[in-house]
């Protein structure tokens, strides 16, 4: 079955950076676009980034534009998101999403908190 174990969480000060990983099994992850949503405290799910299946391809929320990068390991089946100059507004669960968009199937989530 489909599994998306997202890990690398935390809290961090405004304008630090994290990393977070999403370990992908039980399809054949590199034919598959892959997403970042993320839902905020009381809000709902919103769409982060995607990438296309190779990597060549991403897009990104206006948001977190020139901020965050989305890339891809194909050989290990691992999406990641790299965040740099935090701010308390990427408070949030941080979701990996099999797909474009919000995909059809989410992992559990990671919890990123930013400290102003």
């Known amino acids: 079955q489909v599994q998306l174990v997202e890990s690398g969480g935390g809290l961090v000060q405004s304008g630090g950076s994290l990393r977070l990983s999403c370990a992908a099994s039980?399809?054949?992850?590199?034919?598959?676009?892959m997403s970042w949503v993320r839902q905020a405290p009381g809000k709902g799910l919103e769409w982060v980034s995607s990438i296309f299946s190779d990597g060549r391809n991403t897009e990104y929320a206006d948001s977190v534009k020139g901020r965050f990068t989305i890339s891809r390991d194909n050989a290990k089946n691992t999406l990641y998101l790299q965040m740099n100059s935090l701010k308390s507004e990427d408070t949030a669960v941080y979701y990996c999403?099999?797909?474009w968009g919000r995909g059809d199937y989410r992992g559990q989530g990671t919890q990123v908190t930013v400290s102003s």
């Open positions: 039980g399809f054949t992850f590199s034919r598959y676009q």
């Open positions: 999403a099999r797909g």
